[in-house]
Structures are given as C-alpha cells and as structure tokens.
C-alpha cells in the first residue's frame, strides 16, 4: 500500500490548506483512513479519521475548524484545514490499516506564521 499526501506549505494564522492523499495497493472503498500529525518534540496525533461511509471523527483540537472527506473513486482522503493557529505546524501524515498494521504516507508539511 503506498499513500502519498501533498498540499502542505506555509500560511499565515488565520488562513487555509487543503491536504489531499492518494492512495493505492488497497481496496479504498473499505477502508478507514485518518490523518496524524507531529509537531517538533510531540507524539504523533490524530487529528481526523474518516469511515468508508464518509463518517468523520475529529481530534478535539480540529473540532468546528478541520474538515475531512473522501473520495471513493480517486481514491484520495482530504483534510481542509481552516483557521489554522501555529499551533497547527506540524507534518501531516496521511494514514489506514492494511494487513492488520498501520500503513504510513510520507507527510506533508504544514507551517503556520503568526
């Protein structure tokens, strides 16, 4: 399974980006994706998952500002990241079980300038 995410960059507080994940080798339709993040010196964290039904599920700190979604026929997960705080920078990583392990995307980057 390869799960490739972009759509990192840097944003002002206060501004906007759109995560996206492509994934391939499993059958997409099935499987339950979430989005992780680590900020220098933290634990990896979850920030989103989403259901093969497109039911989501927010870590407390993205409630009311993060937005996942899926698309099941391009077979990509997406995170909108909305009213980010510099408490947001972090790489972000794209994520789902595969074979009974997690399976991990590279990450993408998200820097936030107050």
């Known amino acids: 399974v390869q799960l490739q995410a972009f759509g990192g960059g840097l944003v002002q507080a206060g501004g906007s980006l759109r995560l996206s994940c492509k994934a391939t080798?499993?059958?997409?339709?099935?499987?339950?994706m979430a989005w992780y993040r680590q900020a220098p010196g933290k634990q990896r964290e979850v920030v989103a998952t989403?259901?093969?039904?497109?039911?989501?599920t927010y870590a407390a700190s993205a409630e009311g500002r993060f937005i996942v979604s899926r698309d099941n026929v391009r077979r990509t997960v997406s995170l909108q990241l909305n009213s980010l705080t510099p408490e947001d920078t972090a790489i972000y990583y794209c994520?789902?079980?595969?074979?009974?392990?997690?399976?991990w995307g590279r990450g993408t980057q998200v820097t936030v300038s107050s």
């Open positions: 994520n789902t079980e595969y074979g009974g392990r997690p399976a």
């Open positions: 080798g499993l059958n997409f339709k099935i499987a339950n």
């Open positions: 989403i259901r093969p039904d497109g039911a989501p």
